[in-house]
C-alpha cells in the first residue's frame, strides 16, 4: 500500500527551529505512526526502539510538542495523556484523497478551536548563517 507524507512539515523540515537529533526523532514517529498520525506505541517502548532512556525520548519530544508537531492529548479529566499523536498536518496518509479530506476537517477544527494550529517558521529561504567563522571542533 502505498502512503502519502504531509507536505506541510516535511517540505519544511530544514526550517524547523530544533535540533537534528529532534529532526530524526520526528523520521522515526512518522515511521511508527498510524495513518492520520495516531502513535500506538508507549514512550517506553519508543526508548527501547530507539535504544535510548525514557528521559532522552521526553527530550527529544519536548520541542516537536513545542510546535504542536507532536501533540499530547489530554485525559478527560484535563491532565495530559501518555499518549502522544502527530497533528494531522504533519502525519503519513493511506492516499492523497484521504489526507486532503484530513486536512479540511483539521483546519475546521483550528478553526473552531478545537485543535492547535502548527507552529512552524514563516521561513522563505533558509536563515542566514552566524556572522564569523563558524566554530567548528574536531570530536
Known sequence: MAEVMSPVVSERIWALPVSGAAVKFLQYL??????GGQLPVRQKDMAREYRVTPQAVSNLMAPLCDLNIVLRPKNGDGSKGNSYRLHPLAAKYTS???????????????KAGDLPNLKL???????????GRPKLYVA
Open 30 to 35: 512518522l515511521y511508527r505512526s498510524d495513518f
Open 96 to 110: 492523497s484523497e484521504d489526507m486532503e479530506a484530513a486536512f479540511r476537517a483539521t483546519i475546521a477544527r483550528i
Open 121 to 131: 517558521p514563516a521561513y522563505a529561504a533558509v536563515p542566514p548563517a552566524a556572522e
